[in-house]
Nanobody, 121 residues
Framework: QVQLVESGGGLVQPGGSLRLSCAAS????????MSWYRQAPGKERELVAR????????MYADSVKGRFAISRDNANDMVILQMNSLKVEDTAVYYC??????????????WGQGTQVTVSS
């Protein structure tokens, strides 16, 4: 069955960096667009970044542009979120998600369990 397993979260000081990984299994990874979302306490889940099937196209929320980078490794069925210059407001649970097709305009059908990122001094 489809599985998405995130890792790499943790506690980091403002200005620091973290690298989140999402290991995918149970489907043909290279055929699906993928995204990262996050949900902070008391807030709705929001899109962070999206990536096309081959990784040639990406899209970012305005709040993370220039600081975060999404990438994918289709040989190893992984999607990565490199987060730099982290801010306190980046604190959230981060989720990896699969889109329903090769288009990121399709909805999301599978989600990982999430990984906690806490930015605090």
């Amino acid at each position: 069955q489809v599985q998405l397993v995130e890792s790499g979260g943790g506690l980091v000081q403002p200005g620091g960096s973290l690298r989140l990984s999402c290991a995918a299994s149970g489907f043909r990874f290279s055929m699906y667009a993928m995204s990262w979302y996050r949900q902070a306490p008391g807030k709705e889940r929001e899109l962070v970044a999206r990536i096309s099937t081959a990784g040639r196209s990406t899209m970012y929320a305005d709040s993370v542009k220039g600081r975060f980078a999404i990438s994918r490794d289709n040989a190893n069925d992984m999607v990565i979120l490199q987060m730099n210059s982290l801010k306190v407001e980046d604190t959230a649970v981060y989720y990896c998600s699969r889109h329903r097709s090769n288009s990121w305009h399709s909805g999301n059908d599978y989600w990982g369990q999430g990984t906690q990122v806490t930015v605090s001094s």
